[in-house]
């Protein structure tokens, strides 16, 4: 139990376009889902949280215009990278936290980004 | 500021060698404590978790971590290291009143053949 899915696993895009990458609990309700950003080599950073029905909140730092993200219902949440550059090429990572389980995040292997 | 330190960057072990990944987090009181693995290119598996009672703690894998609140750490440890151990590991906090994991610099472990 307690799988979270992420589509694409890879995108190419070009600069200037937008993507989409899609995080599913698969198997239960996540009421808040988190996205991730990790350079090669680096640690996991938090980008913003996202409850379901509500707008996401989003860390310092980081644009929310850029990286518009949905959570329209308890299985689904999706991260749209607006615009993309090459400098926002990464490994976006997302994890769902389970509807009463308020302890423990579940995450999902994770979208190669590159943007050329 | 709460922070979560991995001081080892880098480990390698010979297989078969026991292991131990230390981690210190510094929060002004207990947070619930994480360790989760990271395989080239894929997402974090959870080893472990703490949030209160016994101070050492078993995972999967084999893994097993001990809490020491005198030292603000949660080493984590196993006898004898595998292979398909070499992977990242991250140690991660979470402040027992918000949502977000806090994340260490990771370690990886290499393994010796």
């Known amino acids: 139990g307690a799988v979270v899915s992420q589509h694409p696993s890879r995108v190419i895009c070009k600069s200037g376009t937008s993507v989409k990458i899609e995080c599913r609990s698969l198997?239960?309700?996540?009421?808040?889902m988190f996205w991730y950003r990790q350079f090669p080599k680096q640690s996991l950073m938090l980008m913003a949280t996202?409850?379901?029905?509500?707008?996401?909140?989003?860390e310092q730092g980081v644009e929310k215009d850029k990286f518009l993200i949905n959570h329209a219902s308890l299985t689904l949440s999706t991260l749209t990278v607006t615009s993309a550059h090459p400098e926002d090429s990464s490994f976006y990572i997302c994890?769902?936290?389970?509807?009463?389980?308020?302890?423990?995040?579940?995450f999902g292997p994770g979208t190669r980004l590159t943007v050329t | 500021a709460q922070s979560v330190t991995q001081p080892d960057i880098h480990i390698t072990v010979s297989e078969g060698a026991s292991l131990e990944l230390r981690c210190n987090y510094s929060?002004?009181?207990?947070?619930?404590l994480f360790w989760y693995v990271q395989s080239p290119g894929q997402g974090l598996q959870l080893l472990l978790k703490?949030?209160?009672?016994?101070?050492l703690v078993q995972g999967i894998k084999g893994f097993e971590a001990e809490f020491k609140r005198s030292q603000s750490s949660f080493n984590l440890r196993k006898p004898s290291v595998h292979w398909s151990d070499a992977a990242e590991y991250f140690c991660?906090?979470?402040?027992?009143?918000?949502?977000?994991?806090?994340f260490g610099q990771g370690t990886t472990l290499q393994v010796k053949p």
């Open positions: 994890s769902a936290r389970h509807q009463g389980a308020y302890y423990e995040q579940y």
């Open positions: 198997d239960f309700q996540a009421t808040t």
């Open positions: 996202s409850n379901e029905g509500s707008k996401a909140t989003y």
């Open positions: 929060y002004g009181a207990t947070p619930y």
């Open positions: 703490y949030f209160s009672g016994d101070t």
């Open positions: 991660a906090a979470r402040p027992s009143n918000t949502g977000k994991l806090i």
